[in-house]
């Protein structure tokens, strides 16, 4: 874990993990044992449970202390920016660099080409 910070409607983190352990097993673990944690500790009232969604991003690790201090500055950064806005940016930025990287891994095979 390098960094958390919990915003009132979701949480930011970033961790490292093996590339044997995929994003959504990895989500699951983090959520099961965070439930568990608040609910057995009673930090909240009722039942806590973690909504059925989730996103995740990865960053180089020449990234890491961006990516640490922005996380960190989560308080002062939703004063500019509500979380929808931010979600909204996220999307945009990594489904063009997934289409970016789709088009030239295609480009690169050949799968392109007139027949494929």
């Given at each position: 874990?390098?960094?958390i910070?919990?915003?009132?409607?979701?949480?930011?983190f970033?961790?490292?993990?093996?590339?044997?352990?995929?994003?959504?097993?990895?989500?699951?673990?983090?959520?099961?044992?965070?439930?568990?944690?608040?609910?057995?500790?009673?930090?909240?009232?009722?039942?806590?449970?973690?909504?059925?969604?989730?996103?995740?991003?990865?960053?180089?690790?020449?990234e890491?202390?961006?990516?640490?201090?922005?996380?960190?500055d989560?308080?002062?950064?939703?004063?500019?920016?509500?979380?929808?806005?931010?979600?909204?940016?996220?999307?945009?930025?990594?489904?063009?660099?997934?289409?970016?990287?789709?088009?030239?891994?295609?480009?690169?095979?050949?799968?392109?080409?007139?027949?494929?």
């Open positions: 874990m390098y960094a910070y919990a915003n009132p409607e979701h949480v930011h970033l961790v490292s993990r093996s590339p044997a352990m995929d994003e959504e097993r990895l989500a699951g673990i983090i959520a099961s044992s965070s439930s568990r944690f608040i609910n057995e500790n009673k930090l909240c009232i009722g039942n806590f449970q973690w909504q059925m969604t989730c996103s995740a991003f990865s960053v180089s690790k020449r890491v202390d961006k990516v640490c201090k922005y996380i960190l989560q308080k002062t950064h939703h004063h500019k920016q509500t979380f929808e806005e931010e979600y909204q940016t996220f999307l945009k930025f990594y489904l063009q660099t997934l289409k970016t990287h789709i088009t030239r891994d295609l480009k690169n095979s050949g799968a392109n080409k007139v027949g494929d």
